[in-house]
């Protein structure tokens, strides 16, 4: 499989004066085409930061990340502007859904954006709409559906430009533990069925069971990896295993 993520000695800090504070320190990591992969560690660990220098949002201190083969680090803003818009998905925990949108508008946006043509437009909508059971509410605004029907849609929307790469920022965090099960298995039904590479990154056991791979990080830097080979019974357990010896506050993240 290809690498759609190549990150290579990543390193982020903070701070100026003597006074530095290294978020990151020589993270390295991949991630190949069609993985589910999950970020975790106890707060202050670097998942955030993490996250924001592979979406785009911050510029490491040093080091390369590569998407698609495309090393971030050296675009301008651009490029790299048009980059997010092409290549990446983003669920966000607050949605970020246009109220003065309807749901079908909220998820065609990045589509309409890109000036594609109606036609397909429109066919790329139902499928992701069907996939992810939206069609009774495509004529409603954000205000007038649950929160995990909102969520779906931000999910939809990540996904209908068919991008290279998911990223999931504590998406269940502001749901109830019913719409985190139903959006939940959406991701995991667009890994399977649709091939789709998603970093997932959050403090919650049960979300991360339903990755493939899980990597952990503690004090900046990578502290080890689990790899899913048996139920998601089994791979919650040794999640919550790992997060007690790196110091995860497990009352939270049961």
């Known amino acids: ?3 759609v993520l190549v990150a290579k000695n ?3 800090v903070y701070g100026a004066r003597g006074n530095f504070h290294p978020a990151l320190d020589n993270i390295n990591l991949n991630i190949k085409k069609g993985e589910f992969v999950g970020i975790m560690g106890p707060s202050g660990a670097g998942k955030t930061t993490l996250l924001n220098v592979v979406s785009t949002i911050d510029k490491p201190t040093g080091g390369k990340i590569l998407i698609d083969g ?3 680090v050296k675009m301008n803003e651009t490029k790299l502007s048009s980059f997010r818009r092409e290549k990446l998905g983003f669920i966000f925990q607050d949605f970020n859904l246009l109220d003065t949108l309807t749901i079908k508008e909220n998820i065609i946006l990045p589509l309409a954006l890109a ?3 109606p036609q397909e437009l429109e066919k790329s909508l139902l499928q992701v709409a069907n ?4 069609t009774d509410i495509l004529n409603k605004y954000p205000y007038e559906v649950s929160g995990g029907q909102k969520q779906r849609t931000a999910a939809a929307r990540a996904i209908v430009h068919k991008p290279t790469l998911i990223l999931a920022d504590e998406p269940t965090g502001a749901l109830d533990s019913k719409s985190s099960q139903e959006l939940l298995q959406c991701l995991s039904d667009l890994n399977e069925n649709n091939q789709a590479t998603i970093m997932l990154v959050t403090h919650d056991a049960f979300a991360a069971s339903y990755c493939k791979r899980i990597l952990f990080i503690k004090d900046g830097r990578l502290f080890t990896e689990l790899v899913r080979s048996g139920s998601r019974k089994d791979f919650f357990q040794k999640i919550l295993d790992v997060l007690k010896t790196i110091g995860g506050n497990i009352s939270d993240l049961i």
């Open 1 to 3: 499989m290809d690498n």
């Open 115 to 117: 000036r594609v043509n």
């Open 131 to 134: 996939s992810l059971g939206l």
């Open 70 to 72: 495309d090393d971030i």
């Open 10 to 12: 990543v390193k982020k």
